[in-house]
C-alpha cells in the first residue's frame, strides 16, 4: 500500500497516510522508504534523539534514516 510518513505533533510519534488509511506507527514496524524510484524495507525505531528507520537487517550493513519532523517522506507498508 502505497503513501507517505508525516508527523503527529499532537501525538508525538510518526502515521502512514494513504487514501485508504492512516495509521499510527509503533517501535518494530516495518516500513518501506522511497530513495529515487526504489523502496528500500527497514523498521521505524525510536530513541533519545528521536525518530529513524533503519534500512538494513544485516548488522554489517545496516543503515538508518533519521526521520525529520517537519518532513513527509514517500512509503508503502508491505504488511
Known amino acids: 500500500m502505497?503513501?507517505?510518513l508525516e508527523f503527529s505533533p499532537t501525538f508525538g510519534?510518526?502515521?502512514f497516510m494513504s487514501e485508504e488509511t492512516e495509521c499510527a506507527l509503533h517501535c518494530g514496524y516495518a516500513v518501506?522508504?522511497?530513495v529515487g524510484d526504489r523502496y528500500y524495507p527497514g523498521r521505524i525505531e525510536f530513541?533519545?534523539?528521536g525518530?529513524?528507520?533503519i534500512l538494513q537487517e544485516d548488522?554489517?550493513?545496516r543503515v538508518s534514516?533519521?526521520?525529520k519532523r517537519k518532513c513527509?517522506?514517500?512509503a508503502r507498508l508491505p504488511w
Open 32 to 34: 518501506e522508504l522511497r
Open 2 to 4: 502505497k503513501g507517505h
Open 13 to 15: 510519534r510518526w502515521y
Open 59 to 61: 548488522p554489517r550493513k
Open 65 to 67: 534514516f533519521v526521520l
Open 72 to 74: 513527509t517522506y514517500a
Open 51 to 53: 525518530w529513524y528507520v
Open 47 to 49: 530513541c533519545d534523539e
